[in-house]
């Protein structure tokens, strides 16, 4: 599943956990897709906090507390790290990482709490989300195979890894526009993970991220190519190093937010990067004085494109940038009538 479907259905998990409705989820997926960054969205979009437990890190005995006597009698210490309403809120989300890099002796302490969100008699307060995640057994992780108790105590998601989700993310998040021009001009490149080479590092919406921040630190600078290459691995980097460089090329971008006729670049990567850089002003003028003008231009420009599914692309994105807004931009509806046979088949 695509992460803004997966986004949606946590975020009806979270709030079905106040409703006494909530089932405990797994997002299962390779390293690096974005299954932690998910939950940490969901959290955020509802000001909660997050409890983060590692069960790969712990023994049974760190999950199911210290045993003290009291008379005649044993009880036992409740984890501080487990949620408290008072310490921790009323609401939130216990995330279990790595939940699959757990020894079974680990994973068998969590069945209670997975399930009847409690353990012994420590409970889960209401209004507390369970959500786990772990790569599968194929991905040459440090993988345990998850016993049928544990899994039965779940509904399940794989997380699939979606360009048009990740360019959404990159733009909320301030990600470098070349950054994404070039995964717009390669798309193929937003994850590639063979598990039976197991490289050290490889092309990952989360190695991706590493880029964006190499680009920051290291552009124009001879270390650029070779920072690159670690963080998405040689080919990959290589190929971003490639489209970085031949950017000299691009338009002048403020003068097509001036109005002017700026000729549309003949070269196709070129053509997907000055698409990504205009979405990014886009996003960037959204609240501004002169954001209505901004978005026509763009929109004007939008429709001079030979190949109209680049334009098509660049709305798309534009409209995921700045939300409903755009339809009422006068040129918007000029340029929509320009592409309709394009929309529709």
């Given at each position: 599943?695509?992460?803004?479907?997966?986004?949606?259905?946590?975020?009806?998990?979270?709030?079905?956990?106040?409703?006494?409705?909530?089932?405990?989820?797994?997002?299962?997926?390779?390293?690096?897709?974005?299954?932690?960054?998910?939950?940490?969205?969901?959290?955020?979009?509802?000001?909660?906090?997050?409890?983060?437990?590692?069960?790969?890190?712990?023994?049974?005995?760190?999950?199911?507390?210290?045993?003290?006597?009291?008379?005649?009698?044993?009880?036992?210490?409740?984890?501080?790290?487990?949620?408290?309403?008072?310490?921790?809120?009323?609401?939130?989300?216990?995330?279990?990482?790595?939940?699959?890099?757990?020894?079974?002796?680990?994973?068998?302490?969590?069945?209670?709490?997975?399930?009847?969100?409690?353990?012994?008699?420590?409970?889960?307060?209401?209004?507390?989300?369970?959500?786990?995640?772990?790569?599968?057994?194929?991905?040459?992780?440090?993988?345990?195979?998850?016993?049928?108790?544990?899994?039965?105590?779940?509904?399940?998601?794989?997380?699939?890894?979606?360009?048009?989700?990740?360019?959404?993310?990159?733009?909320?998040?301030?990600?470098?526009?070349?950054?994404?021009?070039?995964?717009?001009?390669?798309?193929?490149?937003?994850?590639?993970?063979?598990?039976?080479?197991?490289?050290?590092?490889?092309?990952?919406?989360?190695?991706?991220?590493?880029?964006?921040?190499?680009?920051?630190?290291?552009?124009?600078?001879?270390?650029?190519?070779?920072?690159?290459?670690?963080?998405?691995?040689?080919?990959?980097?290589?190929?971003?190093?490639?489209?970085?460089?031949?950017?000299?090329?691009?338009?002048?971008?403020?003068?097509?937010?001036?109005?002017?006729?700026?000729?549309?670049?003949?070269?196709?990567d070129l053509q997907y990067a000055v698409a990504s850089a205009l979405v990014g002003r886009a996003a960037r003028a959204k609240g501004s004085s002169d954001a209505r003008e901004t978005y026509g231009r763009i929109l004007d420009y939008a429709g001079r494109f030979p190949l109209r599914e680049m334009g098509v692309m660049l709305v798309s994105d534009m409209h995921r940038a700045i939300g409903q807004q755009l339809f009422s931009v006068p040129q918007f509806s000029a340029w929509a009538n320009s592409v309709a046979d394009v929309m529709l088949y």
């Open positions: 599943m695509r992460p803004a479907q997966l986004q949606a259905v946590l975020d009806r998990e979270f709030i079905s956990a106040s409703e006494g409705q909530h089932t405990p989820v797994m997002l299962w997926g390779p390293p690096g897709v974005g299954k932690s960054q998910i939950i940490a969205g969901v959290a955020a979009r509802h000001g909660a906090p997050v409890i983060d437990i590692r069960l790969s890190q712990m023994e049974p005995s760190d999950l199911r507390g210290i045993p003290f006597r009291v008379d005649s009698l044993v009880e036992w210490a409740v984890p501080a790290m487990l949620p408290d309403a008072e310490r921790h809120g009323k609401a939130g989300i216990l995330f279990l990482d790595e939940i699959t890099s757990a020894p079974p002796s680990v994973s068998a302490a969590a069945y209670q709490l997975i399930l009847d969100r409690r353990l012994g008699a420590y409970e889960v307060p209401d209004g507390w989300a369970i959500f786990a995640a772990g790569n599968r057994q194929g991905d040459r992780g440090v993988t345990y195979a998850m016993p049928a108790p544990l899994a039965n105590r779940f509904s399940h998601f794989e997380v699939e890894a979606n360009l048009d989700d990740w360019v959404a993310w990159a733009y909320e998040n301030d990600i470098d526009e070349r950054l994404i021009g070039f995964l717009r001009f390669r798309p193929e490149r937003l994850f590639d993970f063979d598990p039976a080479h197991n490289p050290v590092a490889f092309p990952s919406p989360r190695s991706w991220e590493f880029a964006h921040r190499a680009l920051q630190k290291f552009d124009n600078t001879p270390l650029l190519l070779a920072t690159l290459q670690a963080c998405v691995g040689p080919a990959a980097g290589l190929e971003l190093n490639a489209f970085v460089e031949n950017l000299d090329r691009m338009p002048d971008l403020d003068a097509i937010l001036r109005g002017e006729e700026v000729p549309v670049p003949r070269e196709v």
